[in-house]
């Protein structure tokens, strides 16, 4: 084990995996320079500007290169930069590299990742900080990742470069900076295995990416007050484990779903439809006002869906429903 970033992480599994194979290489803007959060440091310097690609600002361009690269058997790496400029390359990621595969009865296939940088970073406001990772989940065709830890981060990104399938890495921005142990980062993940974060038995709270941390302090908070919650970081959205979701409400009886995205049709309203659906257990979710995410640092820490406002809606919900 050793200490590194998320960030750190990320580059050092980005690397091996282009040193495992040469068919990979990546492109997005500003990538020569480190990229908005030098998570491509000195890869340029490595690989050269052929593998590791500036691009001129065109999302859209970026996005359809990387589609057909990934049906001519290159492993292309995506830099979106945030999240929210996806959208300006949505029909290639969508009607394209979603469904492919599909539409070509299996001939060929879009193995391709698309990073995507999520959620709030300090006073970005509404156009750079969006959790949009329902959007991504609802389209048949794209795995969609979300690592919530420096350790999964390495992990994470190793197996989605080794998926056959595009891929959708959601990486939230502000745990890109943060530290912690680490094992091997070059070590390719699970897809589709949740992580137990904390055993519980009085209510399962589920989170993923930024949310987990707060869900984690969530439950210190309701310990303090004589709660026990059990926290599982989802770490894949889809596929997304919903054995290990099920076992655990069916031991607590009780499910809370915490993101940072609009709590109004987000990804925490397909969780708790299906645990209601399967266990019949009393189902809740918390997450962001449907609002424009504010520039103003004291509106946007009323925004922020945060440990404290996790633990009293947890608190409320147990009041209600024991």
């Known amino acids: 084990m050793s200490r590194m970033s998320f960030v750190e992480a990320t580059r050092q599994a980005l690397a091996a995996e282009m040193r495992r194979d040469g068919r990979i290489f990546v492109l997005g803007e500003d990538l020569g320079r480190g990229g908005v959060f030098q998570q491509y440091r000195g890869l340029q310097a490595e690989f050269g500007p052929a593998r590791v690609v500036d691009t001129p600002i065109s999302e859209s361009a970026i996005m359809g290169v990387a589609v057909g690269a990934a049906m001519c058997g290159a492993r292309p790496v995506v830099e979106?930069?945030?999240?929210?400029?996806?959208?300006c390359a949505v029909d290639e990621l969508v009607n394209q590299a979603a469904k492919l595969r599909y539409m070509l009865g299996g001939?060929?296939?879009?193995?391709m990742v698309v990073r995507q940088p999520i959620g709030l970073w300090a006073n970005c406001a509404a156009?750079?900080?969006?959790?949009?990772?329902?959007?991504?989940?609802?389209?048949?065709?794209?795995?969609?990742?979300?690592?919530?830890?420096p350790a999964d981060a390495g992990p994470m990104l190793a197996a989605a470069i080794r998926a056959d399938d595009p891929v959708v890495?959601?990486?939230?921005?502000?745990?890109?900076?943060?530290e912690g142990e680490v094992g091997d980062p070059t070590l390719p993940a699970e897809i589709g295995r949740?992580?137990?974060?904390?055993?519980?038995?009085?209510?399962?709270?589920?989170?993923?990416?930024?949310?987990?941390?707060?869900?984690?302090g969530a439950?210190?908070?309701?310990?303090?007050?004589?709660?026990?919650?059990e926290v599982i970081d989802l770490r894949s959205l889809w596929p997304w484990d919903s054995a290990a979701v099920l076992a655990s409400v069916a031991r607590t009886g009780h499910l809370l779903?915490?993101?940072?995205?609009?709590?109004?049709?987000?990804?925490?309203?397909?969780?708790?439809?299906?645990?209601?659906?399967?266990?019949?257990?009393?189902v809740a979710r918390i997450g962001a006002p449907r609002t424009p995410i504010p520039f103003s640092p004291a509106l946007e820490a009323?925004?922020?869906?945060?440990?404290?406002?996790?633990?009293?809606?947890a608190a409320a919900f147990l009041a209600r429903h024991r």
Request: contains cysteine; aromatic residues 8%.
């Open 80 to 87: 979106m930069r945030y999240l929210d400029f996806t959208l």
């Open 107 to 111: 001939q060929a296939r879009v193995p």
């Open 127 to 149: 156009q750079h900080s969006q959790s949009l990772e329902a959007w991504w989940v609802h389209v048949p065709g794209l795995v969609v990742l979300c690592p919530g830890d």
């Open 169 to 178: 890495l959601l990486e939230y921005k502000e745990l890109f900076p943060v």
């Open 194 to 216: 949740a992580r137990l974060v904390r055993p519980g038995s009085d209510l399962t709270l589920v989170a993923w990416g930024g949310s987990v941390r707060e869900a984690a």
């Open 219 to 229: 439950a210190e908070l309701l310990a303090a007050r004589g709660i026990s919650a």
């Open 257 to 282: 779903v915490a993101q940072e995205a609009t709590e109004v049709a987000g990804f925490g309203a397909e969780i708790a439809a299906l645990v209601a659906e399967e266990t019949g257990a009393r």
């Open 302 to 313: 009323a925004y922020r869906v945060d440990a404290a406002r996790i633990a009293a809606r």
